[in-house]
């Protein structure tokens, strides 16, 4: 079946550091591939999105390319701040589970902590 | 007013007893969703609704029911929890269509922390 696979945390960084989570996949067909974000506190919101091969998602500063020759879907962003401390889940949308929707599998999500 | 309101956003009950966390959305959406989050596994799908008369059973569905009161309502139960049910819970929508990734595209609720001692 389809999987997600994220790189362990906790990720702890600097302010002004690089950032990669690094997120791979396994599914059959095309995958659409997302990145979400938890806040402290808060659900999850997306973060960005990529629907085909090489496309680039990108969002407040942080950007996911589309790799289908290396099934995968990595995170970065050159320069951190403070305000990115969250949870990461890289997540990908596979099975169709009916009327026009396909099904998310989510990674385990990966803790990243910014200090000043 | 959030767009996905779960209440209550915490509760602490008892092995056996009967729990009901309740979600309501103003984002007009058809498509509603039940995921449960333990520290180390990601989220994972309990149940899903298309719509009002549509309920499906997701990847850990065992020991949970569902209602779909209105398009606006989506309510989780536990019928008897037990301490392995202690998990942070997440109501979820998501729209009807723009190609399949669309309705892949998820609000979600701030969370209900259930503890089952």
């Known amino acids: 079946g389809d999987s997600v696979t994220q790189m362990e945390g906790p990720v702890t960084l600097s302010e002004e550091a690089f950032l990669t989570i690094n997120c791979t996949y396994t599914?059959?067909?095309?995958?659409?591939l997302f990145w979400y974000v938890q806040y402290p506190g808060e659900g999850l919101q997306l973060l960005l999105k990529a629907t085909k091969a090489d496309d680039k998602g990108s969002n407040k500063g942080f950007e996911a390319t589309y790799r289908k020759e290396t099934t995968s879907f990595h995170l970065e962003k050159g320069s951190v701040q403070v305000s990115d401390s969250a949870v990461y889940f890289c997540?990908?949308?596979?099975?169709?589970?009916?009327?026009?929707?396909?099904?998310?599998?989510f990674g385990k999500g990966t803790k990243l902590s910014v200090i000043p | 007013d959030a767009d996905v309101t779960q209440t209550p956003r915490n509760r602490i009950t008892k092995t056996g007893k009967r729990i009901m966390l309740e979600c309501s959305q103003t984002?007009?959406?058809?498509?509603m969703y039940w995921y449960r989050q333990d520290p180390g596994l990601g989220l994972r799908l309990i149940y899903y609704s298309f719509d009002v008369k549509d309920i499906n059973k997701g990847e850990i569905s065992d020991g949970y029911s569902v209602s779909r009161q209105a398009q606006a309502k989506f309510s989780l139960s536990l019928e008897s929890a037990i301490p392995n049910q202690t998990a942070l819970y997440f109501c979820?929508?998501?729209?009807?269509?723009?190609?399949?990734?669309?309705?892949?595209?998820?609000?979600f609720g701030a969370g209900s922390r259930l503890t089952v001692l």
């Open positions: 979820a929508t998501s729209g009807n269509g723009q190609g399949s990734w669309g309705a892949n595209v998820l609000t």
């Open positions: 997540a990908l949308s596979g099975a169709y589970s009916g009327a026009g929707s396909y099904q998310l599998t």
């Open positions: 599914a059959t067909g095309y995958p659409s």
């Open positions: 984002k007009g959406h058809d498509r």
